[in-house]
């Protein structure tokens, strides 16, 4: 709905591990470490490995191979564009969160010392 902002630096994310991943009726939570949380209301599309399907997930989600992105830490983030985040996590495993809606906010990204809404 908004983008991230210009001021934006994904790199915030490179080196914190994914710590949790919890799930509820309409949001999905990954909790990274030193307090960075990213709450998603919209889609976010993942990657296992290079040989895998990229798989689309929206909440609510009944199932789901995401949890396995838990315990791998951030080696690499960007900004395709302002709607599209992408992070790339140990074993190769991409993960993109996406801002595809014109109505709602898709997610919410939580630091120590900002919150941005996307």
Do not use: W
């Amino acid at each position: 709905m908004y983008g991230l902002p210009n001021d934006f630096e994904p790199k915030v994310f490179v080196g914190r591990r994914v710590e949790s991943i919890t799930f509820a009726e309409n949001v999905v939570v990954l909790a990274f470490s030193e307090e960075l949380t990213v709450s998603i209301s919209g889609t976010v599309l993942y990657q296992e490995s290079p040989d895998s399907a990229v798989k689309r997930e929206r909440p609510p989600v009944s199932h789901t191979s995401l949890v396995s992105a838990v315990g791998r830490a951030v080696k690499g983030a960007e900004l395709k564009s302002p709607q599209e985040l992408i992070l790339r996590l140990e074993g190769d495993f991409l993960l993109t969160l996406l801002d595809d809606s014109e109505a709602y906010e898709c997610y919410l990204i939580s630091m120590r010392d900002r919150e941005i809404v996307v």
